[in-house]
């Protein structure tokens, strides 16, 4: 019996789905990302915002109606498991966020219902995710970057985000098991690790004692072969001296840092559960410390209570900050948070046009942001070649499927995963263009 997998979300939820594949290949059985080839179709949910749980919702769905044997995994069924089989009652199974290792188990009995509705449900009561080491992911895309998930959970408790519930605490993996994983996936080809995790500043604090980030970075940097580390979701209070120290220091860490802020303003930063203080003079010391750093944060617009004047506070943080790299995101109302039931909720309109004139802003410093780059050369990896010779790159300021790509042209034959350097030409909003020197 053949089974899919359908991945919905982040790159934590993609780590999730090839661990889960791992083990069901591991266990002999033939899995494939062609759902229309499958018995059995995984679906591995998003339950971050409203949004990303209806399209979640829809593939279920539109599976459903073509009469897959269907498994919900990971958020959803952790937030909703009496409602979405209620909802979706065909559902062959569920399986909570820190269960994954029950895939085997789920499906087996799925498969064994030989015609019959057989309905599995491994759903804990109270989410606790510890990494399942000593499987080997079947990676979905093997290309010249991958994604390392070195912890998971989350001990904030942001007032707009349900993740702690659907995680449970935090946990780190070993700087061993990490460390091994990066050789393996160095030893496949991969040029590129991207450390991931629900907080990366936060690593190693339940395992070690204190914030290890800077430690395993070293403990990385020292790989034979690997070309560029990279760091994504640090937090703000938690950029200590001895990590930017390391990240200006190491050579294969890429000067590059996300750093979601979320606002600037110290009410609306306190509604939010969120550290308050002056982002302003952390920006600038990543920038004294770190030479040629870009940074990339994301805000959010009209968060509960958030007025007109502070708004603009944030409009003009942002036009004296010109981060690098930015992302704007509306204020999405979910249960289960302490932001659900505050007063003073902003009109979806309003917060539509806050966000659109925030990005109208960026897009401009973007622009010359990416002029800055003309005449330079940049280090960049590449990523594919299209059918008319043109070579897809990422600089080192640019993480993968969320930023800007740099397309280049050369006369040499190119390998993906390689790192060249590329003179920049020229520049639009996003994307650079240049030629392989």
């Known amino acids: 019996m053949k089974i899919a997998l359908l991945n919905h979300g982040c790159a934590k939820n993609l780590v999730d789905s090839e661990l889960m594949l791992g083990l069901l290949a591991q266990r002999g059985h033939e899995v494939t990302l062609d759902e229309r080839d499958a018995d059995i179709v995984v679906v591995n949910t998003c339950s971050f ?30 937030k909703y498991k009496e409602e979405l089989k209620k909802a979706i009652p065909e559902l062959a199974g569920m399986i909570g966020t820190s269960d994954i290792a029950d895939i085997v188990d789920v499906v087996d009995k799925v498969a064994a219902g030989n015609g019959k509705r057989e309905y599995v449900s491994k759903v804990s009561e109270r989410p606790d995710y510890i990494y399942p080491e000593n499987i080997e992911r079947q990676q979905i895309t093997i290309g010249s970057s991958s994604y390392i998930k070195i912890a998971d959970g989350c001990n904030y408790h942001c007032g707009y ?53 800077a430690k395993l970075l070293e403990e990385l940097n020292n790989i034979d072969g690997l070309g560029w580390i990279r760091i994504m979701y640090a937090y703000p209070s938690q950029m200590n001296d001895e990590l930017i ?22 009410e609306i930063l306190k509604a939010m559960r969120r550290p308050v203080f002056d982002y302003s003079k952390l920006i600038q010391k990543l920038r004294d410390k ?96 299209t059918d008319d010779g043109v070579i897809i790159m990422r600089s080192e300021h640019d993480a993968p499927e969320i930023d800007g790509l740099v397309y280049a042209k050369s006369d040499k034959a190119v390998v993906p995963g390689d790192i060249e350097n590329v003179l920049i030409e020229s520049a639009d909003d996003y994307d650079l263009f240049g030629i392989i020197k």
């Not at 915002?49 to 952790?78: F, M, N, R």
């Not at 220091?249 to 840092?257: E, Q």
């Not at 902003?346 to 401009?364: D, S, W």
């Open 49 to 78: 915002i409203h949004d990303a749980e209806k399209e979640s919702v829809q593939t279920i769905l539109q599976l459903v109606q073509e009469g897959k044997k269907v498994i919900a995994t990971g958020c959803l069924p952790q």
């Open 161 to 213: 985000c349900i993740i702690p519930q659907l995680r449970g605490e935090y946990h780190s993996r070993t700087i061993e098991n990490i460390v091994e994983e990066a050789k393996s996936l160095v030893a496949k080809g991969v040029t590129e690790i991207v450390l991931i995790a629900q907080d990366t500043t936060s690593y190693g604090i339940d395992l070690y004692g204190k914030n290890s980030l």
């Open 245 to 266: 120290e390391a990240i200006a220091r190491l050579d294969k860490v890429v000067k590059y840092i996300d750093l979601p802020l979320q606002h600037c303003n110290s």
């Open 290 to 385: 770190i030479p040629g750093v870009a940074i990339r944060t994301a805000f959010i617009v009209g968060y509960p209570g958030e007025t007109d004047e502070q708004f603009e506070e944030l409009y003009k943080f942002v036009k004296a900050m010109r981060f690098e790299k930015m992302g704007v995101f509306e204020y999405s109302r979910e249960k289960n948070t302490a932001s659900y039931s505050m007063e003073d909720q902003v009109p979806a309109k309003i917060k539509k046009q806050r966000r659109k004139r925030l990005m109208e802003l960026q897009k401009r410093i973007s622009r010359e942001v990416n002029e800055g780059y003309v005449g330079k050369i940049l280090p960049c990896i590449i990523e594919g070649i």
